[in-house]
C-alpha cells in the first residue's frame, strides 16, 4: 500500500524507450527509510513484477516476452561476513541469478568467469616468470565441461543463499537441482547452445587489458595481479579489485544484451540490505566504474538497472566520493526521472496516509473499516511495519480494538517482549544486523524517546548505557531522527512507545534517572524544557504554579505556545486521571482551570484513546470552558476563546 509512485519509478528505470538506441545509463536507486518503512516489500513487489514465470508459445509469439528482464533479488545478509572472502558473494549470486531462463534472453558472462578462475588460481607457490603460463593452464583446464561445471556450481552456492528469487520456500538454502541447473545454463550460454565438449573464451582475456577504458594494459598480467590482491586487506587495493570485477560484470551485460532485438528493459538488480558491507561495496564499486567509463568520452550502453535499499549509512559512504545525489524526500514524481543528471538517486519512504491504513483495515472490518483505520493510523501515524502488525492481532482478536494500550502491553512475537517492545525494536534492526547490538540499540532508543530531540538524547543515552557512543548509528541515522543536527526529533510513535516502556523498565536507567538526567542539562534560560520534565518527574503541580504566574506576563500566543510543549507527550505514569474521570468542577480557581487542561488536552489528542466517545466530547467541552476562563486573565484573550471554539467544534463531531 501507499507505494504506487515508487513502483512506478522502478518500471521506468528498467524500461528502455525505443528510441533510447544507446542505452543510457540510469541511475542507481537508493530507497531509504528507518526500521519498518517497508523497503525489503517494495523490492519484493518489483520482483514479482519484472521476473514472471515462463511463458507460453502463444504468449512468446505475441511478443509477451518483450517485458521479461532477467532479474535478481538479493540479501547480502544472508551470509556471514567474510571479507578475507575474494569471490565476493554478491556477484557470485549475481551470477546465479542471471542464469535463470528470461524468454528472449542469455546472459552469458565469460569476463566475470574468467576474473574468478584467476582468482581462484595460487600464484603464490609458482616463480613469477611462469605466472602467465600457470594462468593459461588454469584456463585451459576449465575449458572442460566437467570442471567448469563443478567451478560454477562453487560459485553458484556461495551466494546462493542471497539470492531471493531462487529459494525453494521453507528451504533456507538453494537446493542441489538449481545449482546444477545454473550451471548448464551459464555452460550452455558459453558454447552458444552448442554442446561442445570444450569452451572458448574468445576475447574475455584481451578485455581486461583495455577494460572499455582505453587502458593498453596486458590482459593476463591484469588477471595475475587481481588474483594476487584479490585477499588483500588494504581498502584501496579491495576498492580497484572490485571496480575490476564490476567492470567485467558491465561488459558481459553489454555484450549479452547487444545480442536482443527489439530489447525493452534493463537486467535489473535488486539489492536488499544496502547498508550492508558487501552491498556498499558493490554499489560503491559499480558508481565508480561508471565514473571512469564516462571518463572516456565514449558513450557504452550500460543495460544495468540498480535498485537498493538503506538506512542512511549509504549515503554517507557514496556522498564522500560521488558528491550528492538527487534526492526525493517529499513526493515521487516518475516522470521527473529525466531530469536526474546524477549517478545516484534517493527517495525517502513515506508513512502510508490515513486512506491507505483504512483499505488495510478491511480485513479487520469490512463495515467498519474507517473507523479502525482511523484508530490504527492515530497510533503509528502511518509506519508500514507497525500499522500491518497491529492490523494483523486486531484481525486475530476484534475485541481489541477498544483496548489498544493493552494490546501494546500484550505478549509479542519474541519471548519475553511485549508487543510495544516488539515495535520498538523494528525501528532499531535497520542500524545493526547483530541481534546483541540491536538489543543494545533498543535499550538505549527507550531511553533517548524520553528526551526532546536528539541533542539531549545523546547526552543522557552516552552517560547511561555503556557501548552507545556519540557517533553510533542510534543517533546519526538519517532516516530515524527528523529535522536537522541536534533539534531533530523521534517519529511520534517511537517517542510514545519508548516512555511507556521507560516507565516499565526494571532493569537499568529507570524514568527517575533518566528525567532528573535530561531535567539536570536543560539551561536555565530554557524556561520551556524546565517545565517540559518537571511535569513528567513531578506530575502537574510544580507546572500549574508556574504556567498561572506566566499568564498575565507573557503573550497569550506566546504562554499557548509554552503550553503545547510542555503537553506536547502523554504522561505514561497516567497521574492526571482523577481529573479526566472526575465529574469536573463548575467554578475552580485559576490554578484549577490550567490543571484540567493540563490532564484534558494530553487524553483527547493521545495516539490511544483512553476514553469512549461520549467521555472524549466531555472532556473537550470541558476544555473549551477552561480556555473561556484563561481568555479572561491572559494578556490578549483572542488567541484562547479561538482555542475554546475549535474544542466545542471536536465536541460537537461526536452527537
Known amino acids: 500500500m501507499g507505494r504506487t509512485e515508487v513502483l512506478e519509478l522502478i518500471d521506468r528505470l528498467v524500461e528502455v524507450p525505443l528510441n533510447d538506441a544507446d542505452g543510457s545509463t540510469k541511475p542507481v536507486l537508493v530507497l531509504e527509510g528507518c526500521g519498518g518503512s517497508g523497503r525489503s516489500a517494495v523490492l519484493g513487489q518489483a520482483l514479482a513484477t519484472w521476473w514472471p514465470p515462463p511463458l507460453s508459445v502463444w504468449q512468446r509469439l505475441r511478443g509477451s516476452w518483450r517485458r521479461c528482464t532477467p532479474t535478481v533479488l538479493i540479501h547480502p545478509l544472508e551470509r556471514p561476513v567474510t571479507d578475507n572472502n575474494p569471490a565476493r558473494p554478491v556477484l557470485a549470486s549475481i551470477l546465479l541469478g542471471l542464469s535463470q531462463e528470461i524468454p528472449g534472453y542469455a546472459i552469458a558472462l565469460p569476463r566475470v568467469l574468467v576474473a574468478q578462475i584467476a582468482i581462484g588460481a595460487d600464484f603464490t607457490a609458482v616463480p613469477d616468470g611462469m605466472h602467465p603460463q600457470h594462468l593459461r593452464t588454469q584456463l585451459n583446464r576449465y575449458k572442460d565441461r566437467t570442471l567448469l561445471f563443478e567451478f560454477i556450481r562453487g560459485l553458484a552456492s556461495l551466494g546462493g543463499a542471497q539470492a531471493a528469487n531462487l529459494q525453494v520456500p521453507g528451504a533456507e538454502t538453494v537446493t542441489s537441482a538449481v545449482l546444477d541447473q545454473a550451471a548448464e545454463v551459464v555452460i550452455e550460454r558459453l558454447s552458444q547452445g552448442r554442446l561442445l565438449n570444450r569452451i572458448n573464451w574468445g576475447g574475455a582475456v584481451p578485455w581486461f587489458g583495455h577494460q572499455d577504458q582505453q587502458l593498453h594494459a596486458n590482459g593476463e598480467r591484469v588477471l595475475i595481479e587481481l588474483s594476487l590482491k584479490a585477499r588483500s586487506s588494504d581498502r584501496a587495493i579491495r576498492r580497484g579489485v572490485d571496480d575490476v570485477l564490476i567492470g567485467a560484470l558491465l561488459a558481459d551485460l553489454r555484450h549479452s544484451a547487444a545480442k536482443v532485438p527489439g530489447r525493452t528493459s534493463n537486467v535489473l538488480l535488486l539489492l536488499d540490505d544496502g547498508d550492508a558491507p558487501a552491498a556498499v561495496a558493490f554499489t560503491e564499486s559499480l558508481l565508480r566504474v561508471r565514473r571512469a567509463l564516462t571518463a572516456t568520452g565514449r558513450r557504452l550502453p550500460d543495460p544495468l538497472t540498480v535498485i537498493t535499499t538503506s538506512a542512511g549509512t549509504l549515503f554517507e559512504e557514496l556522498e564522500g566520493q560521488f558528491g550528492a545525489p538527487a534526492e526525493w524526500t517529499e513526493r515521487v514524481d516518475p516522470a521527473r526521472l529525466t531530469e536526474i543528471t546524477a549517478p545516484w538517486l534517493t527517495v525517502r519512504l513515506a508513512d502510508l496516509p490515513e486512506s491507505d491504513v483504512a483499505i488495510m483495515a478491511k480485513a479487520v472490518d469490512p463495515i467498519d473499516y474507517l473507523a479502525v483505520g482511523a484508530e490504527v493510523h492515530r497510533l503509528t501515524g502511518g509506519h508500514p511495519a507497525a500499522t500491518s502488525y497491529l492490523l494483523g492481532r486486531l484481525q486475530d482478536d476484534p475485541t481489541l480494538r477498544s483496548r489498544l494500550g493493552d494490546l501494546l502491553r500484550s505478549p509479542g512475537p519474541r519471548r519475553g517482549d511485549t508487543v510495544e517492545a516488539h515495535l520498538l525494536r523494528g525501528f532499531v534492526g535497520a542500524l545493526d544486523s547483530n541481534s546483541e547490538t540491536q538489543d543494545l540499540l533498543a535499550e538505549g532508543l527507550i531511553t533517548a524517546a524520553a528526551a526532546r530531540n536528539r541533542g539531549e538524547a545523546r547526552g543522557v543515552v552516552t552517560r547511561l548505557h555503556g557501548g552507545i557512543a556519540a557517533d553510533s548509528p542510534l543517533f546519526t541515522s538519517r532516516t530515524l531522527w527528523q529535522g536537522a543536527e541536534d533539534e531533530a526529533e523521534l517519529p511520534a510513535l517511537v517517542r510514545l512507545l519508548g516512555k511507556r516502556l521507560l516507565a516499565a523498565r526494571t532493569e537499568g536507567p529507570g524514568w527517575e534517572s533518566v528525567l532528573s538526567g535530561l531535567a539536570e542539562a536543560v539551561p536555565q534560560d530554557d524556561r520551556t524544557g524546565r517545565l517540559y520534565y518537571r511535569r513528567l518527574l513531578h506530575g502537574r503541580a510544580d507546572t500549574v504554579a508556574a504556567l498561572a504566574e506566566l499568564l498575565p506576563q ?74 473561556e476562563r484563561l481568555a479572561a486573565d491572559a494578556r490578549g484573550g483572542d488567541p484562547f476563546l479561538l482555542r475554546a471554539a475549535r474544542y466545542r467544534a471536536r465536541a460537537s463531531r461526536f452527537h
Open 554 to 627: 507573557l503573550p497569550g500566543a506566546e504562554w499557548l505556545e509554552t503550553f503545547d510543549a510542555i503537553v506536547a507527550t502523554t504522561d505514561p505514569l497516567d497521574r492526571d486521571r482523577d481529573l479526566v474521570d472526575g465529574p469536573g468542577d463548575d467554578h475552580p480557581d485559576l490554578a484549577a482551570h490550567i490543571a484540567m487542561l493540563i490532564a484534558v488536552v494530553p487524553t483527547v489528542d493521545a495516539a490511544i484513546r483512553s476514553v469512549n466517545r461520549d467521555r472524549e466530547a466531555t472532556l473537550c467541552m470541558r476544555a473549551a470552558g477552561s480556555w
